[in-house]
């Protein structure tokens, strides 16, 4: 492909920028686009599609192992992209893609997700965008997530995704020999059953603290 031709593909998480998943990712992604990385400076996990209103949003070059990686926003997901596409990138990228989370996003979590809220608003911007997830909470190993990304990515670039249509994609944490194939499934149900630990600071002010349990509801994959 011509260079001028090549893809544009856009890079963000709610981990932060210097999380694991996203250097993955760009790793992959580098063998078949032009990244841009444009991700939050902190952890942003579960701020949902919150955008910055009320204060500067700065965007500030960030390395890693010595090298320009990309741009830390001191903001949401959703904020790194509006920013990226509106105002640091010279053109409209081709692509979004989210990720990779160190967790997965189903059911309500979907709402909550930062991840998936980047993805929303690449969407929102008239761009095929991808939330990519890998499903676990422990120690991860992103590979294979990457290089399912990347397969997935030039499968959109070829065939476009429908208008108003993201793809919100969980990956089993398992290795790549035990994959069995992919499933086009339905959001879940499952909700959370909140709660609030009432809480002491080290000058006795009263605080809460969120806490809560996942009601988990099974849905029948042949019926999703």
Do not use: C
């Not at 929102?124 to 997830?133: D, K, N, Q, T």
């Not at 009432?198 to 002010?205: E, K, L």
């Amino acid at each position: 492909m011509p260079e001028q031709e090549r893809l544009h593909i856009l890079l963000s998480n709610d981990d932060g920028i210097d999380a694991p998943g996203i250097f993955a990712l760009a790793q992959e992604i580098k063998k078949i686009a032009e990244v841009t990385v444009i991700a939050p400076d902190k952890q942003q996990s579960a701020v949902g599609h919150a955008i910055t209103m009320n204060y500067p949003l700065r965007a500030v070059p960030f390395h890693k192992n010595g090298e320009f990686f990309g741009y830390a926003v001191e903001g949401t997901p959703a904020d790194a992209i509006k920013l990226g596409v509106r105002s640091l990138m010279k053109r409209k990228p081709d692509m979004v893609i989210s990720g990779i989370n160190h967790g997965s996003n189903t059911a309500i979590n979907i709402i909550y997700s930062g991840t998936v809220s980047a993805a929303t608003e690449g969407t929102v911007l008239g761009i095929p965008s991808i939330a990519i997830s890998l499903t676990t909470y422990g120690e991860a190993d992103f590979s294979y997530a990457a290089k399912f990304a990347r397969k997935l990515a030039v499968l959109v670039a070829e065939k476009g995704l429908p208008e108003g249509t993201l793809l919100n994609v969980n990956v089993p944490a398992v290795s790549e020999q035990q994959i069995a194939g992919v499933l086009l499934t339905r959001q879940g149900k499952s909700t959370w059953d909140d709660t609030f630990d009432v809480r002491r600071d080290p000058a006795n002010r009263e605080y809460f603290w969120l806490t809560g349990q996942l009601n988990i509801i099974h849905i029948d994959p042949a019926l999703a």
